[in-house]
């Protein structure tokens, strides 16, 4: 049997760190016993296979085979190569990652440690000056570089107090200064994400740690000097509302475009994030007019890289572009998108019903129902796709006149009904039965009947909460 570690290893490593570990492999590295060519060998013979990792090429007999051609077989040496393998792999990550900006400067701090408590005063210096170097060149204020400050001025103040004759602050007001601001940008951002997480399932919080009852209190002087702070804050503010006001939403849109520079893409990818669930809230409520804005977004965010993590689109994102696009009237674009970045969606078993449900979708708007109706996956294990695909599913009955409809009906109320809070917040509960409540009326009504049909329109527009507002408008309007 294969060494599982190892293949979980390769598994996962992406292009630039298998091309990285092959050069690794060419260099000069401390023997562990199996030669530098057979390890080579072998990790390329396990790459090849990647993802499915075929039992037929990768049978222990074909592998030595292969690794070691005619030489006499010697049982637990390929076993051996394995587990040498997989270290190298684990060296070779570790080393990478020590080559980061934040591991280059906590290389220097651990320096400066050690030369603090061994006396070298002038190499000390040598070493602070170079952290401080480091934060220099540091392109944004993020919360890595004020976690990189505080260390370093935390260091300053040690160094300080060795020699201290009851003389100077000894640097605590920096400490000081620097450990609020970090305090700040963590309980910002982790209270942001609790608000987020609020806003999508039930939560029993006590009051000291929900987020509706805690309301921060920043110095104005670092909410002008630090942008990421500002953005947090912001955020903060705007999520406390059960639907963010529109307005505030696109004033700070406006401001974050003007300070993308100076936040830097990891903290980038985290506002916009929060910015488009904002703007799917306030389309929730009816307001359609932010679509051209939102599809505008996400766009932007595509071509900068800000829907991506680690190269890849999640589900969701993938699933919200191609949304956004078919409800602006871009359907083109929809299906250059969903068919663009099919191959790039995380997730290993199910990213085939990812891209029928959005191909579904991009159908349903083009008015190839059956089309749609043919290729819709019937579940999902994810639970965003397995509600979207029953709300798109009895959207197609209707259209297509299915006799099934009203059976289709029945069943959805009774899931979205017996969903547990953790499956479905009560607010999506309410847009999901709403939408089906008011389709069901739609469909137990006569056409021509125009008292009927505006009784259901006014209805429809009173409800602030209906999922699939805009198509329901349309279904009503068929009926005049």
């Known amino acids: 049997m294969l060494n599982s570690h190892l293949l979980e290893l390769i598994q996962v490593l992406n292009p630039e760190e298998v091309a990285g570990f092959q050069k690794y492999l060419d260099t000069r590295f401390p023997s562990t016993g199996t030669s530098r060519k057979h390890l080579k060998n072998l990790f390329n013979l396990i790459e090849a296979e990647r993802p499915e990792f075929s039992d037929d090429k990768l049978n222990i007999k074909y592998l030595y085979i292969c690794v070691y051609g005619n030489e006499k077989h010697v049982k637990g040496k390929l076993d051996k190569a394995m587990t040498e393998l997989a270290q190298h792999i684990r060296n070779y990550i570790i080393f990478q990652e020590n080559q980061k900006s934040f591991n280059i400067f906590a290389q220097w701090l651990q320096w400066s440690i050690w030369l603090r408590a061994k006396g070298l005063e002038e190499r000390y210096q040598k070493a602070v000056e170079k952290m401080e170097y480091l934060l220099l060149q540091s392109p944004v204020q993020d919360i890595s570089y004020f976690q990189k400050r505080l260390l370093l001025e935390?260091?300053?103040?040690?160094?300080?107090?060795?020699?201290?004759?009851?003389?100077?602050?000894?640097?605590?007001?920096?400490?000081?200064?620097?450990?609020?601001?970090?305090?700040?940008?963590?309980?910002?951002?982790?209270?942001?994400?609790?608000?987020?997480?609020?806003?999508?399932?039930?939560?029993?919080?006590?009051?000291?740690?929900?987020?509706?009852?805690?309301?921060?209190?920043?110095?104005?002087?670092?909410?002008?000097?630090?942008?990421?702070?500002?953005?947090?804050?912001?955020?903060?503010?705007?999520?406390?509302?059960?639907?963010?006001?529109?307005?505030?939403?696109?004033?700070?849109?406006?401001?974050?475009?003007?300070?993308?520079?100076?936040?830097?893409?990891?903290?980038?990818?985290?506002?916009?994030?929060?910015?488009?669930?904002?703007?799917?809230?306030?389309?929730?409520?009816?307001?359609?007019?932010?679509?051209?804005?939102?599809?505008?977004?996400?766009?932007?965010?595509?071509?900068?890289?800000?829907?991506?993590?680690?190269?890849?689109?999640?589900?969701?994102?993938?699933?919200?572009?191609t949304f956004?696009?078919?409800?602006?009237?871009?359907?083109?674009?929809?299906?250059?998108?969903v068919e663009t970045y099919k191959d790039q969606i995380i997730g290993e078993n199910e990213t085939m019903g990812f891209y029928k449900f959005n191909l579904?979708?991009?159908?349903?708007?083009?008015?190839a129902f059956e089309k749609a109706l043919d290729i819709l996956p019937v579940t999902s294990s994810y639970s965003d796709y397995n509600i979207s695909g029953k709300v798109l599913e009895i959207k197609l009955y209707y259209e297509l006149n299915s006799e099934l409809l009203p059976y289709k009906i029945d069943a959805f109320k009774m899931y979205v009904h017996r969903a547990s809070k953790n499956l479905l917040s009560e607010s999506k509960k309410e847009l999901l039965l709403n939408f089906i409540n008011i389709l069901q009326q739609i469909y137990l009504s006569p056409k021509g009947g125009t008292t009927r049909a505006h009784q259901i329109l006014s209805r429809i527009e009173r409800k602030k909460a209906v999922a699939e507002k805009t198509w329901l408008r349309e279904k009503v309007q068929d009926l005049l």
């Not at 406390?240 to 700070?252: A, S, Y």
């Not at 579904?360 to 083009?366: H, V």
């Open 154 to 321: 935390q260091e300053k103040h040690e160094q300080l107090g060795l020699a201290n004759q009851k003389r100077g602050d000894v640097n605590l007001p920096s400490v000081l200064k620097f450990l609020d601001i970090n305090y700040q940008l963590l309980r910002l951002e982790y209270l942001n994400r609790l608000q987020l997480q609020q806003k999508v399932t039930i939560l029993q919080l006590d009051e000291s740690v929900n987020p509706q009852f805690i309301h921060p209190e920043i110095p104005q002087t670092n909410l002008d000097e630090i942008p990421a702070l500002y953005a947090k804050f912001t955020i903060n503010k705007l999520l406390k509302h059960k639907i963010p006001p529109q307005q505030e939403v696109e004033e700070f849109t406006d401001w974050l475009k003007l300070h993308e520079s100076d936040l830097g893409i990891d903290s980038c990818y985290r506002f916009w994030a929060y910015l488009r669930g904002m703007y799917t809230i306030i389309l929730n409520t009816g307001k359609t007019e932010v679509l051209p804005k939102l599809h505008q977004i996400h766009r932007e965010n595509l071509e900068k890289g800000y829907l991506f993590y680690q190269g890849k689109l999640s589900p969701s994102a993938y699933k919200n572009v």
């Open 324 to 337: 956004i696009a078919n409800a602006a009237k871009h359907h083109d674009w929809a299906m250059w998108f």
């Open 360 to 367: 579904a979708s991009c159908y349903f708007e083009k008015k």
